[in-house]
């Protein structure tokens, strides 16, 4: 298997040629089994170019589900058992295919709501417009491995607030949209490559190998190479998989040093407050506060706090005297520097960066 490929052919059947537990993500933007019945016309009788393409026509429900199920099927297989799956739809499939992906054994970690800032209107003004779209995101299993989630990437990336699970972003539009030699463009469904980014940015690292077996002009393949990530297309349509390669040839990617996230503290060492004590930045006897400075503890030689008749370690005391059931000590209690009160969470940040040195 070589990654940073464009590989031309039936997607399950290619898919069954590619190694057991080889790729990191599959992002798939199958088809929507529009069921369009005839031509959608603008109120001017202006055709709409909407999907009308062969490979979005199904006979029936039934065979829908079962080509659902067998590309499922074959992506379990080739996912590492940390990996995880993205499926993107609208009303017209996603419901079934979020069964086939509980039935195939996949967990659902989220379904994002990609709300889009410029949808197409509703020309016939019969239903409210469509505006959204719907991603699934899901884990290989319920007791698969731990899977990649860059969180606190995703928070910084919002202005340092919890990312939400609703995303607003335009259709892909400009410069970025895909033409023929006519001016039309290429491909009815191309997704801008800023949905993509935040996906893989979100769920993978610097050099996992992403899947898309619906590869389509390739904007994939375009962020992942942008993100220093590797890619494996699948695409049964020569023309586009010729428009994605020439298209990933242009893409610059970002220097490796610009690829650096924020990490995760579970992912950092653990630093038990003891070791603040023995590594001096504490010294038994010192006083402890809470933010207020209403309440305060005296620290023991072994690392633990006492206030009163309560002893114990930092996050025991601190639920103690809130009355709470928990309490991250790190961010509750607090010590005196020039500068006032200061979260004890500084001092192991101290720590863990004298053990990176």
Known sequence: MTPDTIILGDCIEELKKLPAKSVDLVFADPPYNLQLGGDLLRPDNSKVDAVDDDWDRFESFETYDAFTRAWLSECKRVLKDDGAIWVIGSYHNIFR???????Q????LNDIIWRKSNPMP?????RFTNAHETLIWASKSRGARRYTFNYDAMKMANDELQMRSDWTLPLCTGEERLKDE?????HPTQKPEAL???????????GDIVLDPFFGTGTTGAAAKRLGR????LERDPTYAKLAKERIAKVIPISPADL???????????IPFGQIVEAGLLRPGDTLYCPKGERAA????DGSLVIGEMAGSIHKVGAMVQAAPACNGWTYWHFKSDKGLAPIDVLRAKVRSQMAA
């Open 97 to 103: 295919v979020g069964t086939a992906l509980q039935d």
């Open 105 to 108: 054994g996949f967990w659902i």
């Open 122 to 126: 509703n020309f016939k003004g019969t």
């Open 182 to 186: 006519a001016g039309v463009k290429a």
């Open 196 to 206: 993509l980014h935040r996906v893989i940015l979100s769920s993978t690292k610097v």
């Open 230 to 233: 590797k890619f494996i297309g």
């Open 260 to 270: 650096d996230v924020m990490g995760s503290k579970r992912q950092e060492p653990r």
């Open 298 to 301: 005296r620290v023991r030689a």
